[in-house]
């Protein structure tokens, strides 16, 4: 069965460092992987996926993430945080007709 | 426009009675999901229905049932609500394929229900 691990539960980054959340899956074929985040209140949004192809993945607002099969890992990253990105990210891999989720890393920005 | 719309966005009921949550998606999809995320963030599926037939059903109680009446309507209606059933509902939809490379899951915002 697939699952998904975020390892860290919550990441406080100052407003202008850099950004790096840690997510490994575990599925027996070709993964298919994505990232959401999630704001206070809101729903989930897609900031990028990967189903093949180039294993760095460009996504929205200045994410990226990194497919790496030998880590079973998918990190998403970003250069330089802004106070909006405060939030939880949600990895996510597919499995048949439904996604997997990680538990979720909630990211606080201090100024 | 909405892509992903859910009604009501909150709901505070008492135990014991008998509630429901629409979704509606205007983006022409097939298939539509209903997710749990519980009072830790954790978000599990339900129920996936692709052109208004059950795919899955992740060992849900039930008291939650399912019905589509079109493709482009999910809701979820809940019998004897419990305690343990207050979590934020999300509803969302993808193209669809049932073979192939999975689709993007667009979400809705989510229908908090409080079950006193």
């Known amino acids: 069965a697939q699952s998904v691990t975020q390892p860290d539960i919550h990441i406080t980054v100052s407003e202008g460092a850099s950004l790096e959340l840690r997510c490994n899956y575990s599925?027996?074929?070709?993964?298919?992987l994505f990232w959401y985040v999630q704001s206070p209140g809101q729903g989930l949004q897609l900031l990028l996926k990967y189903f093949s192809g180039d294993t760095l993945v460009q996504g929205i607002k200045g994410f990226e993430a990194e497919f790496k099969r030998s880590q079973s890992s998918f990190n998403l990253r970003k250069p330089s945080v802004h106070w909006s990105d405060a939030a939880e990210y949600f990895c996510a891999v597919a499995g048949f007709q439904k996604l997997v989720f990680g538990t979720g890393t909630r990211l606080l920005v201090s100024p | 426009d909405t892509a992903v719309s859910q009604t009501p966005k909150y709901l505070v009921t008492q135990m014991g009675n008998d509630k429901s949550i629409k979704c509606e998606q205007n983006l022409g999809h097939d298939t539509m999901y209903w997710y749990k995320q519980d009072s830790k963030k954790f978000l599990k599926i339900m129920f996936s229905y692709n052109n208004k037939e059950l795919i899955i059903n992740e060992t849900v109680p039930n008291r939650f049932s399912p019905k589509s009446p079109d493709k482009a309507h999910l809701n979820l209606h809940i019998n004897s609500l419990e305690l343990g059933d207050s979590a934020v509902y999300f509803c969302?939809?993808?193209?669809?394929?049932?073979?192939?490379?999975?689709?993007?899951?667009?979400f809705g915002p989510g229908t908090r229900l409080t079950v006193l």
């Open positions: 969302a939809s993808t193209k669809g394929e049932l073979a192939g490379a999975p689709d993007t899951q667009y």
């Open positions: 599925y027996g074929a070709t993964p298919y």
